[in-house]
């Protein structure tokens, strides 16, 4: 079933659309669309905006991009204009668009499942190098991101990506974003079950797929059968957990409707069971709920959560095997409590074929071509083929024999690249911030890396986890509301009243099996230059008061 402009109202019973009949819900006749994104929605599809940029913008230079493009359709390629540089974060909610627009773009290149042979991560270090500045940063979402792109170099850019086998595709938009996959899915020797080839199936089947490039908003999704959960499917918009069934075997929990922002939920359960098999046929089915149901009307209530939320699971389920697949999925587990509270494969592991993986730690998940470029010689010179990307900012090199770990780590430290980092450069994520992201008030990366050395300096001892999340906005890209300590950027005023770059304090937040959001400490504003003698204090009184077991959260 596709619901599309073209082909309205689904064969889906309309008692089961509720109340909200005027939330812009295709399913229900809302085919009008209700808003100016809606309106470009349908006016063109954002993947034909590839050949313009090939056979127009490419040639013409930036000057010629349709605005529709430049601000909308350009995204279903990953594509976003940067802010120009020099402008403060005080000017970002009183300023045009276009006030705000430089010429140059941030470029994200989807990498489903963090998935990299070492040919790819050379590939990746060569474009930064030659065509972004050197920029290349490792996001949470796994995939990798480049700034300072030209209109002009895009073609040549894809035609590099494409010939070994990365992609753009429906990076960012309201599309299928970048599908998050254990970093160590395949190799770990307690993992429950491999979701590899689901990933791949639901790529080739959903990504790039016109039934699926105009939904309400964008469409996370996340896919793991290691039991340290370690893709925060908590906070997805649908999560496949493994679990191990009693009488089924191994297989997947279904979450839906996570996601964080302003409204923030954390996924709930469907109570179902999902073979490997069957996990492509209801991620297809959940995100065509999504397209049909979903809220058009305000992009604030867009997403799958707010539908998920006046439904209720049982609902949600029912419509889901009812009217979209057309049987019963089984009743299934809970997944288990993880063993430990890091989910990122930091150091030295042990694989279950007995060769080694080696899990590593940039600043903040801020690398840049060249040394992306070493990484890949690194790994090929110890003779691996394969790393990995992971959802907390870090990376992984996959396939190390026990005879070559010794130097291999001893590379990657001397890239300042940590095996055994410190808990705050581990547990220290930031999004991109002031530097070149145009909803931005304050800096956040520098601002980041900086707060870690600090740490580690004033507090050598320190040996707990815990997450520190810096963000440069009300939005969530780096997770704040799941921190230990969630910093989101905004403008306060210091001690003698001038507004300068700060953060409004969340504390105790947490994903795993008792997920939950940071408590907005009620005033607790603290300015940039006051944040490491904050967390400082922080962390020490955490230090002293916290009993045996006890972790930040609770
Ligand atoms: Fe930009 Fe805000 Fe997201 Fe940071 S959290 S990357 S400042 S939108």
């Not at 009488?247 to 409204?263: A, M, Y």
């Not at 547990?427 to 740490?455: P, Q």
């Amino acid at each position: 079933m596709a619901a599309t402009p073209d082909k309205p109202a689904p064969a889906v019973s309309r008692r089961r659309t509720g109340r909200h009949r005027g939330e812009g819900q295709w399913a229900v006749g809302h085919m009008t669309p209700l808003n100016a994104n809606e309106q470009a929605k349908r006016d063109d599809d954002g993947l034909n905006v590839r050949t313009r940029i090939e056979t127009i913008y490419a040639k013409r230079g930036f000057d010629s991009i349709d605005g529709a493009d430049l601000r909308g359709r350009m995204r279903w390629w990953g594509l976003y204009t940067q802010r120009k540089p020099g402008i403060d974060g005080g000017k970002t909610a009183i300023l045009e668009p276009e006030e705000l627009d430089d010429e140059y773009f941030m470029l994200r290149v989807r990498i489903d499942g963090g998935r990299l042979t070492t040919h790819q991560l050379r590939v990746i270090g060569e474009i930064s190098t030659e065509f972004a500045r050197g920029t290349a940063d490792i996001t949470d979402r796994q995939n990798v991101q480049y700034h300072w792109i030209r209109i002009e170099d895009m073609p040549e850019i894809w035609r590099r990506l494409e010939a070994v086998g990365l992609s753009t595709t429906e990076a960012c938009g309201d599309t299928p974003r970048v599908i998050l996959g254990s970093p160590v899915a395949g190799i770990a020797e307690d993992e429950i079950i491999d979701g590899t080839p689901a990933i791949d199936e639901i790529y080739r089947r959903i990504v790039g797929n016109k039934d699926f490039s105009n939904l309400p908003r964008k469409f996370k999704s996340a896919i793991s059968g290691s039991p340290l959960l370690d893709v925060a499917h908590e906070i997805n918009d649908i999560a496949f957990v493994g679990v191990e069934h009693p009488e089924l075997g191994p297989g997947f929990d279904v979450w839906v409707g996570g996601g964080l922002s302003t409204n923030p939920k954390i996924g709930v359960r469907l109570g179902t069971w999902v073979s490997l098999d069957d996990v492509p046929d209801v991620y297809e089915g959940v995100i065509s709920i999504f397209r049909d149901f979903g809220y058009r009307r305000l992009r604030t209530r867009a997403r799958l959560k707010f539908l998920v939320a006046d439904w209720g699971a049982e609902k949600f389920r029912q419509v889901l095997e009812d009217d979209y697949l057309q049987r019963k999925l089984a009743d299934g587990p809970a997944p288990e409590r993880p063993v430990q509270e890091w989910r990122d494969h930091v150091g030295v592991h042990r694989q279950r074929d007995g060769r080694f993986y080696i899990g590593f730690a940039p600043r903040v998940g801020r690398v840049d071509g060249t040394t992306l470029s070493k990484i890949a010689e690194l790994a090929a010179d110890h003779g691996s083929d394969r790393l990995r990307t992971t959802a907390e900012q870090k990376m992984i090199v996959l396939d190390v024999a026990e005879d070559q770990v010794e130097s291999l780590v001893a590379g990657l430290e001397a890239l300042d690249l940590r095996v055994n980092p410190s808990p705050f450069r581990r547990g220290t994520m930031a999004c991109t911030g002031i530097e070149f992201c145009k909803l931005a008030i304050v800096e956040t990366k520098a601002r980041g890396a900086s707060l870690i050395d600090e740490l580690e300096r004033r507090l050598p001892d320190f040996d707990q986890p815990i997450t520190i999340n810096i963000n440069g906005c009300p939005n969530a890209c780096a997770r704040i509301q799941v921190a230990d300590i969630g910093l989101k950027g905004q403008l306060v005023l210091d001690d003698e009243g001038n507004q300068v770059e700060g953060f409004q304090v969340h504390l105790g937040g947490a994903l795993g099996l008792d997920p939950g959001f940071g408590r907005k400490v009620r005033g607790l504003k603290v300015t940039s230059a006051e944040l490491p003698d904050y967390v400082e204090r922080v962390v020490r009184r955490f230090q002293e008061q916290r009993e045996e077991g006890e972790r930040f959260a609770t």
